[in-house]
T-cell receptor, first 115, second 116 residues
Framework: AQKVTQAQTEISVVEKEDVTLDCVYETRDTTYYLFWYKQPPSGELVFLIRRNSFDEQNEISGRYSWNFQKSTSSFNFTITASQVVDSAVYFCALSAIGANSKLTFGKGITLSVRP | AAGVIQSPRHLIKEKRETATLKCYPIPRHDTVYWYQQGPGQDPQFLISFYEKMQSDKGSIPDRFSAQQFSDYHSELNMSSLELGDSALYFC???????????????FGEGSRLTVL
């Protein structure tokens, strides 16, 4: 069975602070995908990144960066110089690669960025 | 670029009524997924279709049914609605299972169902 744990439930920071959102996962699959999605107050799910399990390179996209550590089953997400528009719920998710490709989501982290 | 279209965006029903949600995937996408997100919860997988055949099934109640049509759009039918069915229902589409080469599922904006 697959499981995604986002131990942090709510985080509040002041604008321009850096913030890291933690994600730990469990799976018996040897190959899998990991995702981060953003859900702003308007409700839609916004895709941020997909990482496959055989690519452990960290990735940076603007103010966003992701640290994938297969040895610790973690896929953490850092926002640098946070902005008020970053306020949202952030979900980490996991899927198998192949026929059963449904996403298993973590419980989500509510990030509030105060001016 | 065209995105996943869900309709209606908002729906209010009474208990024991029936509701139908529609999902129009991105053109050329052949896989559709349905998720249910209760208030303050994470999205839960309900069911998926690949090339008009059910490909996987999650925690979908027996009162719910879904299908994918020849034009690849999908409908989620919910009968004997209960208060606990009030949720945001997301449809996602992809090209091929597991999101194809990109591994990405494209989500619609969701349909918010309120059961009174």
């Amino acid at each position: 069975a697959q499981k995604v744990t986002q131990a942090q439930t709510e985080i509040s920071v002041v604008e321009k602070e850096d913030v890291t959102l933690d994600c730990v996962y469990e799976t018996r699959d040897t190959t899998y995908y990991l995702f981060w999605y953003k859900q702003p107050p308007s409700g839609e799910l916004v895709f941020l990144i997909r990482r496959n399990s055989f690519d452990e390179q960290n990735e940076i996209s603007g103010r966003y960066s992701w640290n994938f550590q297969k040895s610790t089953s973690s896929f953490n997400f850092t926002i640098t110089a946070s902005q008020v528009v970053d306020s949202a719920v952030y979900f980490c998710a996991l899927s198998a690669i192949g026929a059963n490709s449904k996403l298993t989501f973590g419980k989500g982290i509510t990030l509030s960025v105060r001016p | 670029a065209a995105g996943v279209i869900q309709s209606p965006r908002h729906l209010i029903k009474e208990k024991r009524e029936t509701a139908t949600l529609k999902c129009y995937p991105i053109p050329r996408h052949d896989t559709v997924y349905w998720y249910q997100q209760g208030p303050g919860q994470d999205p839960q997988f309900l069911i998926s279709f690949y090339e008009k055949m059910q490909s996987d099934k999650g925690s979908i109640p027996d009162r719910f049914s879904a299908q994918q049509f020849s034009d690849y759009h999908s409908e989620l039918n919910m009968s004997s609605l209960e208060l606990g069915d009030s949720a945001l229902y997301f449809c996602a589409s992809s090209l091929g299972l597991a999101g194809g080469l990109s591994g990405e599922l494209f989500f619609g904006e969701g349909s918010r169902l309120t059961v009174l």
